[in-house]
């Protein structure tokens, strides 16, 4: 009997107590090249004994970790857990949850609702088929509020009754707070492969990679360090329904102003490689520590401003700003990740294309901007996750 791997669950759920196991709360939705690899360490007894015939008189397991390698696109649900793992606290604004004070119908231009949204936030309208997305301009009266429908152009897709959802999109912000000797969040992954189901507890996120890839996909590609898997019971499935966010609804804006000329991005956030601290009486790690946090990029674009290259050129430490976002009938989350001191390190023209390309190399800064303990980098987070990660 053979299982697909397509059948297999993996879940998260951040750790209370470092490197003990706990339930999963959110199941990550993986893509082809996630792995794990069991880190042992084995030790050679190769004493001589009488004989030059066999080197290895005996095999013995030493010190043991886990290592993973974990693929996503690029959820705006999912996102949330690996921002706190790499960056910091979520410094988090909950969206306004409510319900429909009236019915609408199909077309409508507004809606009463019993709480006011922001005015400009994106709404989150019905449940199930009729699930829809809406900008919301500026609510008037005092209960209920009658809030203007600013987006799709033609209004609401689906008609709506009283007591039907709505809520408004939480904005968590990402950054570095972490004091010198307190270790970062923990995290217990589980696998259900269809053979076995194993937690590992104390994984620690050392490099998360936001990719856009030629063919327009906005992907994740992360490393962990953690803890032996130990079994555990089945967990039940809970898939995100979140739509993920193609390539095209990304930009860089820069000293050269907001462009969309880009073709390729990594942007990376690390704090690898992970120190795994062993000790004497336990096969185990004793703990797993995080270097600093350190950002980087390397992007393509099509080349038709100077003002990037002059990044470079002149070694201006200007402020970069990346933005994922979705369309408004996809759900509109947005992801933003600043860079308030970039410096550039490397930008060559190349002329071996049809158009004019550009290629581009940065590093983060300290800075008391993306943090107030100083910090490299702060991220925003616009979805309807109504909780701090």
Same mark, same amino acid.
Request: glycine letters at 12%.
């Given at each position: 009997?053979?299982?697909?791997?397509?059948?297999?669950?993996?879940?998260?759920?951040?750790?209370?107590?470092?490197?003990?196991?706990?339930?999963?709360?959110?199941?990550?939705?993986?893509?082809?090249?996630?792995?794990?690899?069991?880190?042992?360490?084995?030790?050679?007894?190769?004493? %001589?004994?009488?004989?030059?015939?066999?080197?290895?008189?005996?095999?013995?397991?030493? +010190?043991?970790?886990?290592?993973?390698?974990?693929?996503? =696109?690029?959820?705006?649900?999912?996102?949330?857990?690996?921002?706190?793992?790499?960056?910091?606290?979520?410094?988090?604004?909950?969206?306004?949850?409510?319900?429909?004070?009236?019915?609408?119908?199909?077309?409508?231009?507004?809606?009463?609702?019993?709480?006011?949204?922001?005015?400009?936030?994106? =709404?989150?309208?019905?449940?199930?088929?009729?699930?829809?997305?809406?900008?919301?301009?500026?609510?008037?009266?005092? *209960?209920?509020?009658?809030?203007?429908?600013?987006?799709?152009?033609?209004?609401?897709?689906?008609? +709506?009754?009283?007591?039907?959802?709505?809520?408004?999109?939480? %904005? +968590?912000?990402?950054?570095?707070?972490?004091?010198?000797?307190?270790?970062?969040?923990?995290?217990?992954?589980?696998?259900?492969?269809?053979?076995?189901?194993?937690?590992?507890?104390?994984?620690?996120?050392?490099?998360?990679?936001?990719?856009?890839?030629?063919?327009?996909?906005?992907?994740?590609?992360?490393?962990?360090?953690?803890?032996?898997?130990? *079994?555990?019971?089945?967990?039940?499935?809970?898939?995100?329904?979140?739509?993920?966010?193609?390539?095209?609804?990304?930009?860089?804006?820069?000293?050269?102003?907001?462009?969309?000329?880009?073709?390729?991005?990594?942007?990376?956030?690390?704090?690898?490689?992970?120190?795994?601290?062993?000790?004497?009486?336990?096969?185990?790690?004793?703990? %797993?520590?995080?270097?600093?946090?350190?950002?980087?990029?390397?992007?393509?674009?099509?080349?038709?401003?100077?003002?990037?290259?002059?990044?470079?050129?002149?070694?201006?430490?200007?402020?970069?700003?990346?933005?994922?976002?979705?369309?408004?009938?996809?759900?509109?989350?947005?992801?933003?990740?600043?860079?308030?001191?970039?410096?550039?390190?490397?930008?060559?023209?190349?002329?071996?294309?049809?158009?004019?390309?550009?290629?581009?190399?940065?590093? *983060?800064?300290?800075?008391?901007?993306?943090?107030? +303990?100083?910090?490299?980098?702060?991220?925003?987070?616009?979805?309807?996750?109504?909780?701090?990660?």
């Amino acid at each position: 009997m053979t299982y697909l791997s397509r059948t297999a669950r993996l879940g998260i759920a951040a750790e209370t107590s470092d490197a003990t196991w706990t339930a999963p709360t959110f199941t990550i939705p993986f893509e082809a090249g996630t792995r794990y690899r069991d880190q042992i360490i084995q030790l050679h007894d190769t004493t %001589i004994r009488a004989s030059d015939v066999v080197e290895d008189q005996d095999l013995q397991q030493g +010190h043991y970790s886990t290592e993973w390698t974990l693929n996503t =696109l690029g959820y705006a649900d999912w996102a949330g857990f690996l921002f706190r793992a790499m960056v910091g606290p979520d410094q988090y604004t909950p969206g306004v949850v409510t319900t429909f004070a009236a019915g609408s119908n199909p077309g409508a231009v507004s809606v009463s609702l019993a709480a006011a949204p922001p005015a400009g936030s994106v =709404l989150q309208l019905g449940a199930g088929a009729t699930l829809e997305y809406a900008q919301a301009g500026t609510p008037t009266g005092t *209960g209920p509020y009658t809030v203007p429908v600013t987006g799709p152009a033609g209004g609401l897709l689906y008609a +709506h009754t009283a007591g039907e959802p709505a809520e408004s999109q939480a %904005i +968590h912000l990402f950054q570095q707070n972490r004091p010198v000797g307190p270790l970062p969040v923990s995290y217990s992954l589980t696998t259900d492969d269809g053979v076995e189901t194993l937690g590992w507890p104390g994984c620690i996120l050392g490099a998360l990679t936001m990719r856009v890839t030629a063919d327009d996909r906005v992907s994740f590609a992360t490393t962990w360090n953690g803890y032996p898997p130990v *079994g555990e019971a089945v967990f039940a499935e809970n898939e995100s329904t979140v739509q993920a966010p193609s390539g095209w609804g990304w930009q860089i804006t820069t000293a050269g102003g907001t462009s969309t000329r880009g073709l390729t991005l990594d942007l990376t956030l690390g704090r690898g490689p992970l120190d795994v601290v062993r000790c004497a009486g336990q096969q185990a790690p004793l703990v %797993i520590v995080p270097g600093p946090l350190k950002t980087t990029a390397t992007y393509r674009a099509i080349f038709d401003t100077a003002a990037d290259l002059n990044l470079y050129r002149q070694a201006l430490q200007e402020p970069a700003v990346w933005t994922f976002g979705q369309p408004l009938g996809l759900g509109g989350s947005a992801i933003q990740v600043t860079v308030t001191r970039s410096g550039w390190t490397d930008g060559a023209v190349s002329l071996d294309t049809p158009y004019v390309t550009a290629g581009f190399k940065l590093a *983060g800064i300290a800075n008391t901007t993306d943090s107030p +303990h100083s910090g490299v980098a702060q991220v925003r987070l616009a979805n309807f996750w109504q909780q701090p990660y």
